[in-house]
């Protein structure tokens, strides 16, 4: 699959915003997607992007995708000691496979 | 919502037994299912794409006689792992796509343990 690199740790204190950053390296990647996951848990989607666009928002979450650099990040605000989990990046490949960053690890500070 | 459940979410079987895990969608048909290895502290490993009514897709280094995939239906695929080994020891995580969405939803995982 593609490379999706991620950094791997982040503490954040709860109400600050966190922010999450992923690079990938398929510029035709069309979808890029944002997952959730708790400890021993499957993996939830949170948001995705199409490629066509700069910027999502939901809710607390806005997703920035920079396509000259490949760049992709999310942005947690007014962050919550539920938001602890690891997040993954993924790039949408051919026939709908997932090519999955190695996580980032957020962990909020009461 | 579109769910999908994993069944069993754990499991302990005994070296050289055989392990099925169920993979439904709940709400939603799935033509494609995923299935994917996670190994304690990293990214998740595709094994392999589950098509309904047709042979599963392995990815390379992933044994197909070892790791039996059926997809019955829209909404079932399931994993046997045969003959298991300690080395199986991992969390399995399946995924379906809702037939005509790029939306992809994952189970909550099956945790085996060969021992």
């Known amino acids: 699959g593609e490379d999706v690199e991620q950094s791997l740790f982040l503490s954040v204190r709860e109400g600050d915003s966190s922010v999450i950053n992923c690079t990938y390296t398929?510029?035709?990647?069309?979808?890029l997607y944002w997952y959730k996951q708790e400890p021993g848990a499957g993996l939830q989607l949170l948001t995705y992007?199409?490629?066509?666009?700069d910027m999502k928002q939901d809710q607390r979450l806005t997703v920035l995708l920079n396509k000259k650099d490949k760049h992709l990040s999310l942005r947690i605000a007014d962050t919550q000691t539920g938001d602890s989990a690891i997040y993954f990046c993924?790039?949408?490949?051919?026939?709908?496979?997932?090519?999955f960053g190695k996580g980032n690890q957020v962990v909020v500070i009461p | 919502g579109a769910v999908v459940s994993q069944h069993p979410s754990r499991v302990i079987c005994k070296s050289g037994t055989s392990v099925k895990i169920e993979c439904r969608s709940l709400?939603?048909?799935?033509?494609?299912m995923f299935w994917y290895r996670q190994f304690p502290k990293q990214s998740l490993m595709l094994m392999a794409t589950?098509?309904?009514?047709?042979?599963?897709?392995?990815e390379q280094g992933v044994e197909k006689d070892k790791f039996l995939i059926n997809h019955a239906s829209l909404t079932l695929s399931t994993l046997t792992v045969t003959s298991a080994h300690p080395e199986d020891s991992s969390f399995y995580i399946c995924?379906?796509?809702?037939?005509?969405?790029?939306?992809?939803?994952f189970g909550p995982g099956t945790r085996l343990t060969v021992t």
């Open positions: 993924a790039e949408k490949e051919g026939n709908n496979r997932l090519a």
């Open positions: 709400d939603f048909q799935a033509t494609t």
């Open positions: 398929d510029s035709s990647s069309t979808y």
């Open positions: 992007i199409f490629s066509n666009m």
């Open positions: 995924s379906a796509i809702r037939t005509g969405s790029y939306e992809q939803y």
């Open positions: 589950s098509n309904e009514g047709s042979k599963a897709t392995y």
